[in-house]
């Protein structure tokens, strides 16, 4: 089955600075590769997605790139803001026997501090 | 306004209870998705149904039940809590496969 590993686990920037978090999937066969940003008290809401016929993707400060051979996606988060702090999430949809499960990552734990 | 709504946001209870945890979405998904996060962050799928009378189970082994008699209601049942069902479940649904899926605000059960 599909497994997403992601790290780091915790990271920690100063204002300003790129932050970026990396995540690996092992069933080749996935297809879609969403990125939630989880707030603390807050649901995850999705700041970005990628599709597998799409080598990176850009939305002002936030960027995604897949490279499907090494089977690896990863969040750049560029000009980084203290209200970037919280849990990031990466996930992969897992296709399977004719289903697809969206599985995610264990979390990035993200401070920005001023 | 078109959302998804879970009930209770919180709850305690006592061990042995049956307990039925609500999801309802107003949004015409046809697929929605229970996880379980845990304290420290993992969000791990416990269920999942792909339309009306489908329910799955996923990878993380569960004691609760699901069903899904409607489209818009998906509810989780747990027969008898334990203290190790204690943690915050997370409702989501989405119109496809490779859509956005949309999270619930949680439940979070503290069984004592």
């Known amino acids: 089955g599909e497994n997403v590993e992601q790290h780091p686990s915790t990271l920690s920037v100063q204002e300003g600075d790129s932050a970026v978090i990396k995540c690996t999937y092992s069933d080749s066969a996935s297809n879609y590769f969403p990125w939630y940003k989880q707030e603390l008290g807050k649901r995850p809401q999705l700041i970005i997605d990628i599709r597998s016929n799409v080598g990176e993707k850009k939305d002002q400060r936030i960027a995604v790139t897949l490279n499907k051979t090494a089977k690896h996606f990863s969040l750049h988060i560029t000009e980084t803001q203290p209200e970037d702090s919280a849990v990031y999430f990466c996930?992969?949809?897992?296709?399977?026997?004719?289903?697809?499960?969206?599985?995610f990552g264990a979390g990035t734990r993200l401070a920005v501090h001023p | 306004e078109a959302d998804i709504y879970q009930t209770p946001r919180y709850l305690v209870i006592g061990t042995g209870k049956k307990i039925t945890l609500e999801c309802s979405q107003t949004?015409?998904?046809?697929?929605m998705y229970w996880y379980q996060q845990d304290p420290g962050m993992e969000l791990h799928l416990i269920h999942y149904?792909?339309?009306?009378?489908?329910?799955e189970k996923g990878d993380l082994s569960s004691e609760s039940t699901v069903s899904r008699i409607r489209t818009e209601h998906f509810p989780l049942t747990l027969e008898s809590a334990r203290p190790s069902h204690t943690s915050q479940y997370l409702c989501?649904?989405?119109?496809?496969?490779?859509?956005?899926?949309?999270f619930g605000q949680g439940t979070r059960l503290t069984v004592v």
């Open positions: 149904s792909y339309g009306v009378n489908s329910t």
């Open positions: 989501a649904s989405s119109v496809g496969a490779t859509t956005e899926a949309f």
């Open positions: 949004m015409g998904h046809d697929k």
């Open positions: 996930a992969a949809l897992r296709v399977s026997g004719g289903y697809n499960k969206l599985i």
